[in-house]
């Protein structure tokens, strides 16, 4: 804890998001399934604006079709590593519990593989709650599924199967009421070690 009672947020222990990588069958079928997963939702809104928001070397932007796409990550070395890869888009060190936008900037926040790493959720919840205008589309490890993918791959077995990153957790059930503080979750998709979901702005919210 900080001085404030702040919880810091994990820090990245690799340069790079190891698992897109991986050479391990089970990880390269997960990964199949998990961008399957984003395409379908990502097909079912309309929006002129988009705000990545953890979007890490930028592999997720390249999948974004909107007229205005912005990206943002704590990690710099992540940010000029997607500045290579998309050059195009606007991109920029931020962290996303003190998000450098106006409220309703964005009509979609996409947060994947970003609430376990964060100190703070709630923070975050609310700062995305804000500056999004109609929708949030988030991922996040299905726990304990993730936990248990991970010691059938003998990875992290002190921790019992915990990404020694992941900071939080949440099963399904959970992530819902999570996100239900600001939001209202439209479609929940399960592919295989993850939970998405697709939830609408509780518009009559004051953030």
Avoid at 27 to 39: D, E, I, W
Avoid at 41 to 57: F, I, K, R, T
Avoid at 97 to 118: G, K, N, T, Y
Wanted: aromatic share 10%; net charge positive; charged share 20%.
């Amino acid at each position: 804890m900080d001085s404030d009672g702040n919880r810091p947020s994990a820090v990245n222990l690799g340069p790079t998001q190891a698992k897109y990588s991986d050479r391990n069958p089970l990880v390269r079928f997960a990964n199949h399934r998990f961008f399957r997963a984003l395409a379908k939702l990502l097909s079912q809104v309309s929006v002129h604006s988009v705000l990545d928001a953890g979007c890490g070397e930028g592999l997720v932007l390249g999948r974004l079709q909107s007229p205005r796409v912005v990206g943002i990550d704590l990690d710099r070395q992540r940010i000029i590593l997607a500045k290579s890869s998309q050059p195009d888009s606007a991109l920029a060190v931020a962290n996303v519990q003190r998000l450098p936008f106006a409220r309703a900037s964005f009509d979609l926040v996409i947060m994947l593989e970003v609430f376990e790493h964060v100190g703070n959720p709630e923070t975050a919840l609310m700062e995305v709650a804000r500056v999004s205008r109609k929708y949030l589309l988030a991922s996040v490890p299905n726990e304990p599924w993730w936990r248990i993918g991970n010691i059938i791959r003998f990875k992290y077995l002190r921790d019992l199967g915990n990404t020694p990153e992941h900071i939080n957790h949440w099963s399904v059930r959970g992530f819902t009421r999570f996100l239900s503080q600001s939001f209202t979750v439209i479609e929940l998709k399960r592919p295989f070690l993850w939970t998405f979901a697709l939830a609408m702005k509780i518009q009559e919210r004051d953030f």
